[in-house]
């Protein structure tokens, strides 16, 4: 399969749109269907796309990530989101949110449930794809 040019074709168009569904499901998340485990499934099933259609070791060339990293980063992110209202004398992961406006966006709402959405995305992406990766690993 390391030829298939119709394959590898497809497979970059489709990993497009995945990808970019997965983010739009991110950010919409916290107000709407979707958020950081959704997102995250579908990104990391757009990449998994890549690894069957690609081999695994031409996508780790291209995609030099320690997933490792990913999961405690959206760990830290998560914890500190929950950690940083009890700083401020509210309960554990109290949200805030203020409306502001952005020069091509307009009015926009920020949120720390974003923030814990992005950290819960980097945990489930990197816990995905460490365990794909490993066991595609091992049938090698």
Request: charge should be negative.
């Amino acid at each position: 399969m390391k030829n298939n040019l119709s394959l590898h074709t497809i497979t970059q168009i489709a990993v497009f749109i995945v990808l970019s569904f997965s983010f739009y499901l991110l950010f919409a998340g916290h107000s709407n269907p979707g958020g950081g485990f959704i997102g995250a499934l579908m990104t990391a099933s757009a990449i998994v796309l890549l690894y069957i259609s690609f081999d695994l070791k031409t996508i780790k060339k291209v995609l030099p990530f320690y997933y490792p990293y990913f999961i405690s980063t959206g760990l830290l992110i998560a914890m500190g989101t929950g950690v940083s209202s009890t700083l401020f004398g509210y309960p554990f992961l109290t949200q805030f949110f203020e409306y502001v406006n952005l020069p091509i966006l307009g009015e926009t709402e920020l949120t720390t449930a974003l923030v814990f959405d992005i950290g819960v995305f980097l945990v489930v992406i990197g816990v995905a794809l460490l365990i794909i990766t490993t066991i595609a690993e091992d049938e090698d």
